[in-house]
C-alpha cells in the first residue's frame, strides 16, 4: 500500500473533476494526481494519505497519452500549466470536460435531458484580458515577465509565446520586457516587499481590436514610462490602442489592485458588443474573458429561459449564424399573470439580466461588488435599456429588499455557490423554473442536493467551455419544481 513520500508510477486511468487523474493500485488503494490527462505514464511522490485514498504529486510525465496527437503551441508548455490540454485535439478535450461532468452530477441530474457541450468559437488567443507578474525564472536571474510556473509561488516564466493571449498582446509584453532590461529597473520581490516592477495588465476587445495597457510597479522608485508608451505606440499591431497607463500598486497582496494610475495616452475605457447590446469595459471591469464564448454561454440561458434548446439554430438560419434567441417572453406558470418578473442573483455587470431584458417586464439584478453594480447600471443607461434594476449588497441581505415577487430567477453565484440561507429564501420564493450557472459543478452538486430535498430537479443541463486548453467548463442547468 502506498504511503507518504512513496514514489509511484502509473498509467492515469481517467481525471475526475476538477483536475484529479484516477489510478487504482492492484490492492485497490486510489491514487490522485492533479494536472495529468488520461493515458499518460507518469510517476509522483505521494504527499498526503486519506482513509481510502491518497495524493501524489506530479514530478515526471514518463509516457504522453495517446490522445496528445498534437504538438505544443507554446514554449512554456507544460511548465506553466495554464493550458494543460494544448496536445489533445479540441475534440478530445470536450468529450474529457463532458465525462467529468457527467460523472459528477449523474447522482442529481436523474432522468434530465442533456443537451452536449457547446464548444468556443476560438479554440486560441480568446482571452481578451491577461495579467502577467515581473520576476525571474531563476532566483536573481535575468528580469522575466509573464506567468507563474505551475505549483510555484516566485518563479515567473516570459509568456512571449501564450497561445491563450492575441498576438497583439503578445507584441506589448515582449516590447515591455525588453523597455524594463534596457533601463535596468528592476521587480517587485514579494519575499520582502522591496522592488518596482509588479504587473502588467492588458486587456484587447475582440470588437474593436483596441488595447488597454498598464503597467504596475510599487511607488518605491520614480521612473517616466512616457518613452515605454511612444515604444508601444510605434509597434506594428493589428488593432489600436485605447489607452495606455502606468499605475501603483502598493498593496503586499499578489494581485493586481490599483491605487492609482497615471495616463500616458488616451481614455481608461474600450466598448465592446456582447449579442447585440454595448457594453463599456476597463481594464478592471468584471467581464467574461472569452467574448465570443461568453455570448455563446449567455445565448444557452436565454434560450433555457425562453423555453428553447442550447445550440441550436433559430429557424431559417444556417449553422455558425448568429445564434441569438429570439424567443418573445420569459417561461412562467401558468397561473400568473401580466409582465414577468426576473431575479438576475449574483449578477455582476448585469450581462445577463440585460441579455434577458427584451423577454422580462423587469428584471432585477443583485451583486456583492459595487463596483460591477456601478457598471451595470452604466452599461444599461448605454443601451437604452428600461426595464433593469441593479442592487449592491448580499443577496441574502437584499432579496427581502426587492418590491416585486419573481416569475423567474438566474443564479450565477461565484464559485463557492449559493449561501445555504439565501437558498432557502431563493427556494421560498415557489418559481416555477430557475436556470443554475455554474463555473464550478462540484458547487453545484452540493447545492442541488438542498434544492432536490425542496420538490426541485434538473429539466435540462449543458456545458459550455468558455477556456479551451484548460480544464474549466461552466454548467448551465434548466431547474424545474416538480407538481
Avoid at 494610475?261 to 447585440?276: D, I, Q, S, T
Wanted: overall charge negative.
Amino acid at each position: 500500500m502506498l504511503k507518504r513520500k512513496d514514489v509511484a508510477e502509473c498509467v492515469i486511468e481517467r481525471v475526475d473533476y476538477p483536475n484529479c487523474g484516477r489510478y487504482k493500485t492492484e490492492e485497490g488503494q486510489k491514487l490522485t494526481v492533479k494536472n495529468t490527462l488520461p493515458g499518460q505514464r507518469i510517476r509522483c511522490r505521494i504527499f498526503k494519505k486519506h482513509q481510502d485514498r491518497v495524493e501524489g504529486r506530479l514530478f515526471q510525465i514518463v509516457e504522453k497519452s495517446p490522445l496528445e496527437t498534437r504538438e505544443r503551441v507554446c514554449d512554456n508548455f507544460p511548465l506553466c500549466g495554464g493550458c494543460l490540454c494544448q496536445t489533445m485535439p479540441y475534440e478530445d478535450q470536450l468529450a474529457m470536460k463532458e465525462d467529468m461532468v457527467r460523472r459528477l452530477l449523474d447522482e442529481v441530474v436523474d432522468d434530465a435531458v442533456y443537451d452536449g457541450i457547446l464548444r468556443s468559437p476560438l479554440e486560441f488567443e480568446y482571452r481578451n484580458k491577461m495579467e502577467f507578474s515581473f520576476g525571474d525564472d531563476v532566483e536573481n536571474g535575468p528580469l522575466t515577465l509573464g506567468l507563474h510556473r505551475r505549483n510555484t509561488t516566485y518563479t515567473v516564466l516570459n509568456a512571449h509565446s501564450c497561445a491563450l493571449a492575441h498576438e497583439d498582446v503578445r507584441k506589448v509584453l515582449g516590447a515591455t520586457l525588453d523597455y524594463c532590461r534596457e533601463k535596468g529597473l528592476k521587480k517587485y520581490d514579494k519575499k520582502i516587499h522591496k522592488g518596482f516592477l509588479r504587473f502588467l495588465l492588458v486587456r484587447r476587445s475582440q470588437t474593436t481590436g483596441e488595447l488597454l495597457v498598464y503597467i504596475v510597479t510599487s511607488s518605491q522608485q520614480e521612473h517616466d514610462f512616457s518613452d515605454w508608451a511612444e515604444r508601444l505606440l510605434a509597434l506594428p499591431i493589428e488593432g489600436s490602442y485605447a489607452g495606455i497607463f502606468h499605475a501603483i500598486d502598493d498593496k503586499m497582496s499578489d494581485a493586481v489592485k490599483v491605487d492609482y494610475a497615471v495616463p500616458l495616452y488616451g481614455k481608461e475605457y474600450f466598448y465592446e458588443e456582447l449579442l447585440g447590446l454595448k457594453f463599456k469595459v476597463t481594464a478592471f471591469s468584471f467581464f467574461q474573458t472569452n467574448t465570443p464564448g461568453a455570448e455563446v454561454l449567455y445565448d444557452a440561458v436565454r434560450r433555457y429561459v425562453t423555453g428553447g434548446i442550447p445550440g441550436q439554430n433559430t429557424p431559417g438560419q444556417e449553422d455558425g449564424g448568429d445564434r441569438s434567441s429570439k424567443a418573445e417572453k420569459v417561461c412562467v406558470d401558468e397561473n400568473r399573470s401580466g409582465s414577468p418578473v426576473l431575479y438576475d442573483l449574483y449578477s455582476g455587470t448585469g450581462t445577463i439580466g440585460q441579455v434577458l431584458s427584451p423577454v422580462a417586464g423587469k428584471v432585477y439584478g443583485i451583486e456583492l461588488i459595487p463596483e460591477a453594480v456601478d457598471a451595470a447600471r452604466e452599461n444599461v443607461a448605454l443601451n437604452g435599456i428600461t426595464n433593469c434594476e441593479f442592487i449592491a449588497g448580499d443577496v441574502l441581505e437584499k432579496l427581502a429588499e426587492l418590491p416585486e415577487k419573481p416569475d423567474y430567477i438566474v443564479l450565477d453565484p461565484p464559485r463557492e455557490g449559493i449561501n445555504p440561507k439565501a437558498l432557502s429564501q431563493i427556494i421560498d420564493y415557489g418559481v416555477g423554473e430557475m436556470v443554475y450557472i455554474s463555473c464550478k459543478a462540484s458547487s453545484f452538486k452540493r447545492d442541488m442536493v438542498t434544492l432536490r430535498a425542496n420538490g426541485w430537479r434538473v429539466k435540462r443541463y449543458c456545458l459550455v467551455d468558455l477556456f479551451p486548453q484548460t480544464m474549466h467548463v461552466e454548467t448551465v442547468v434548466l431547474l424545474t419544481r416538480n407538481t
